[in-house]
T-cell receptor
Framework: KNEVEQSPQNLTAQEGEFITINCSYSVGISALHWLQQHPGGGIVSLFMLSSGKKKHGRLIATINIQEKHSSLHITASHPRDSAVYICAVTTSGSRLTFGEGTQLTVNP | EPEVTQTPSHQVTQMGQEVILRCVPISNHLYFYWYRQILGQKVEFLVSFYNNEISEKSEIFDDQFSVERPDGSNFTLKIRSTKLEDSAMYFC?????????????????FGEGSRLTVL
């Protein structure tokens, strides 16, 4: 069983839709990261959180430590949001353990 | 905006050759990392580096691999005697903060990656 599980694996939405990507983890963590991997392959950090909720523009990330679950929400989705969204966790060290990623496609 | 830069963006090499991938982390960052992503797979941790020494490494990071910070700006990953299965995208990352009181507290900034193809 993977330490970090994401769902769904693939998600197709229409422009303007509200999107939710889920992440569950099976280990104790010190932080959870949401990352975006764009089609060229580069990775951008979106959020790092260890409790509660963070918001940046149209993106919202939440985490429930007791349930070992996090969600990434995108409001008013746009085709430029199309990318792979990756959940990753840090445990006792500094290494990130990555999920498989969620491929998001937003159609105009 | 400060960024992590990596060179080359793409390298093709013959099996058995040595490869050096270069990274320039963000200038005031102290913690440096290499990750790799084999095509179609998830990103995997290779090694972290702090204060001129390896602070953590994965099972993947065997004697074939080495890292170095030869000067104040570059951070390199050397792969000796490359194998077909070393073909992957290699990402460098840096953070300003590492572990504080045992808790990892640093946001990572990634480079665009170096794609290595071993023939």
């Amino acid at each position: 069983k993977n330490e970090v599980e994401q769902s769904p694996q693939n998600l197709t939405a229409q422009e303007g839709e509200f999107i939710t990507i889920n992440c569950s983890y099976s280990v104790g963590i010190s932080a959870l990261h949401w990352l975006q991997q764009h089609p060229g392959g580069g990775i951008v950090s979106l959020f790092m959180l260890s409790s509660g909720k963070k918001k940046h523009g149209r993106l919202i990330a939440t985490i429930n430590i007791q349930e070992k679950h996090s969600s990434l929400h995108i409001t008013a989705s746009h085709p430029r949001d199309s990318a792979v969204y990756i959940c990753a966790v840090t445990t006792s060290g500094s290494r990130l353990t990555f999920g498989e990623g969620t491929q998001l496609t937003v159609n105009p | 905006e400060p960024e992590v830069t990596q060179t080359p963006s793409h390298q093709v090499t013959q099996m058995g050759q040595e490869v050096i991938l270069r990274c320039v982390p963000i200038s005031n960052h102290l913690y440096f990392y290499w990750y790799r992503q084999i095509l179609g797979q998830k990103v995997e941790f290779l090694v972290s580096f702090y204060n001129n020494e390896i602070s953590e490494k994965s099972e993947i990071f065997d004697d074939q691999f080495s890292v170095e910070r030869p000067d104040g700006s570059n951070f390199t990953l050397k792969i000796r005697s490359t194998k077909l299965e070393d073909s992957a995208m290699y990402f460098c990352a840096s953070s300003a903060v590492g572990r504080l009181a045992g808790i990892f507290a640093g946001e990572l900034f990634f480079g665009e990656g170096s794609r290595l193809t071993v023939l």
